[in-house]
DNA sequence: TTGGCAACCGTAAACGTTTACGGAACTATG
DNA sequence: CATAGTTCCGTAAACGTTTACGGTTGCCAA
């Protein structure tokens, strides 16, 4: 005899009052409740996921789904274990279990994610890595299963989304740069097509033309979003016959290898060309220190589940005022990288 | 009518037909089995998860369960994105899924696991953060939930095992410094009592005792397993009256901050003092490039799950011999940093 | 006493699969 | 032709829950 059979054997009651206790669903003496409780704890019984989630057709569980293999991803260290965090927070208070669906990186995506929805697995998802043109939404939307974005995307079925502010991060970088003196600046985009990168690159465009400055094709560097492709850039940049003054880094690793690289030439940033970048752990142990954007990843994982919550029946009431589309604002902190003057003419 | 009822009534046969057909049990006539297969794909029929694993007792689910919040495991997304992919890759071939089971770090890492598994959500798992003495080890053992864990313990319930070789880091990293002139070698370990501390430092207390030399007790550093860590790391040992003239960093990502701490001091690596640490995507990109041991996560992965698949009853015929416990190697890769040879008197 | 109501509980159906079992149609063998 | 064997398929039970429904008990008022 096994599961809540056992348990209403043990206590001589029917394995429907037990269920209703458990449940806390009315219908039932406070005492029987109580022994029910108390023997649940003692068999350490605990409610099977299949026989539960087949008669109610839902899980409890949040699936997060990220890509392995992290040429592709190339977020920083600890990036997704804080997000994680953030979201944990949220859900705990309402039972809910988040795993991440980790779609390898030999499957197409939106083959893996087909077969999670088809199976039943999660109540609700999370994307990331989201493409600029990402046929996962679609495929979500149609069948009205709830889930957030992590980054925006041209596609739209009125899916809710959050995003970092890379439009902030352009203006304000291109801004303090001209500000400084800087008329050739360089910017980076990932080797990919996600859409971040188009969002940074046009805004930079426009922010560079307010200030009457072209974007020139030459000072758009793709790299892999990791160490080595910081060291490449810079071994490019400094190639250019006429190198920029200044550069914005989109992605956080890829600033050490770009440091390296300059070093290597004895070129140092904050002195010779001025660097921003984003924030990550290491951030601050360069030298000299970095000057980047950072947000809390924790609070990021916050609102990425209030909106999920939102976005489903069962929870919506909760949440009546958390944003269907946030762009997550970015804070600047100042290092010393982008200390460089370029000295007026 | 949904699930495997549409898809019976849509070829006019009967459900248990069809699911012979896909599950590929004999019993069916091979044209009616390439019908169904092809009606499936058309439809777009996936098993729904619920009701298959209700059924036969297995959910084709393999958890990886991982400690969410930094501050306490240390590893960072890259390190288990690798690994994840050299699982999945294994995992693969016999349409396993692999999911990561986050848990909270507000939560009990073995509350969690007694609720995951008593759920029947996974048929193995792969634990990781493996402690000194882990609970987590008796209660699979007990209940006979297939399992490895990717760290020794002192627990011990005949479970099998992987491990990073850290007797063969510190025996090689220490006679390589001795055999430099080094007799004042210092070393770290993480801040807390995960195991591989403990194998560390007493493989480095027996390497030098080899030598006759003993292990200073103020030369044993305790730190986070981050920038930050690393960064205080140097800063103590500098202020030393007598500091040592070598170092072995356990960690992947302290030598970052303890790059940067040295630099601030005028200290370099390599010239000054010798530095030894862990391979991770910027050991080549500090300068001078970190002298470090070096694996292979994705193949470190592979064997997880070879290993995992071979202490379970349906897939253990397909590995015959996988090692039920390993030591898995790290290689040395030679950067400048521990080229400070120590001058002799 | 009778009726009604509330409180509590048991029964059984349902969720979507897999699979043991038996039966029908054919084929081969004597 | 009778029998046995093979091939294929349908039926129904089972997995562990939740929940609609109805039934029993006790109490109170009429």
Redesign the interface.
């Known amino acids: 005899m096994k599961g809540i059979r056992r348990l209403a054997q043990h206590l001589d009651i029917s394995i429907g009052t037990v269920s209703r206790a458990l449940n806390g669903k009315p219908d039932v003496n406070e005492e029987t409740r109580r022994r029910v409780l108390q023997a649940a704890t003692e068999l350490?019984?605990?409610?099977?996921?299949?026989?539960r989630?087949?008669r109610q057709g839902t899980?409890n569980i949040i699936?997060?789904m990220?890509q392995?293999?992290?040429e592709i991803?190339g977020?920083?260290?600890?990036?997704?274990?804080?997000v994680?965090?953030g979201v944990?927070?949220v859900f705990?208070r309402h039972k809910l279990?988040?795993?991440?669906?980790?779609c390898?990186?030999?499957?197409d995506p939106n083959d893996y994610l087909?077969?999670?929805v088809?199976?039943?697995?999660a109540d609700g998802l999370i994307l990331s890595a989201t493409q600029r043109n990402d046929p996962r939404i679609e495929f979500l939307a149609e069948r009205n299963i709830p889930f957030v974005t992590l980054g925006r995307s041209l596609t739209d079925a009125g899916q809710p989304w959050l995003d970092l502010d890379f439009e902030g991060m352009a203006q304000a970088s291109i801004d303090r740069l001209v500000a400084r003196g800087h008329r050739r600046i360089a910017i980076t985009r990932p080797h990919d097509d996600v859409n971040l990168g188009y969002i940074f690159v046009d805004r930079c465009r426009q922010a560079l033309a307010a200030h009457g400055l072209p974007l020139e094709e030459d000072l758009i560097f793709r790299s892999t979003p990791?160490?080595?492709g910081?060291?490449q850039i810079a071994r490019d940049l400094l190639a250019l016959k006429e190198p920029p003054t200044a550069i914005v880094l989109i992605n956080e690793?890829i600033a050490?290898?770009f440091?390296?690289a300059l070093?290597?030439a004895g070129v140092k940033p904050g002195r010779d060309i001025a660097v921003i970048g984003r924030y990550s752990?290491?951030a601050?142990?360069?030298?000299p220190p970095l000057t980047c954007f950072r947000l809390s990843l924790r609070d990021l994982g916050i609102a990425l589940a209030e909106t999920l919550l939102s976005a489903m029946p069962a929870f919506k009431d909760h949440y009546p005022d958390a944003p269907a589309n946030k762009v997550w604002p970015m804070e600047l902190v100042e290092g010393e990288s982008d200390a460089f003057l370029v000295p007026q003419r």
Chains 1, 2 share one sequence.
């Open positions: 350490g019984y605990v409610p099977n996921q299949s026989g989630s087949l899980t699936g997060f990220i392995t293999g992290t991803t977020q920083g260290d600890i990036f997704f274990m804080s994680f965090d944990q927070a705990a279990d988040l795993v991440a669906l980790l390898s990186s030999q499957e087909r077969r999670v088809a199976r039943g697995f990791n160490e080595a910081g060291y690793t050490i290898g440091y390296q070093s290597e752990p290491h601050h142990f360069l030298s």
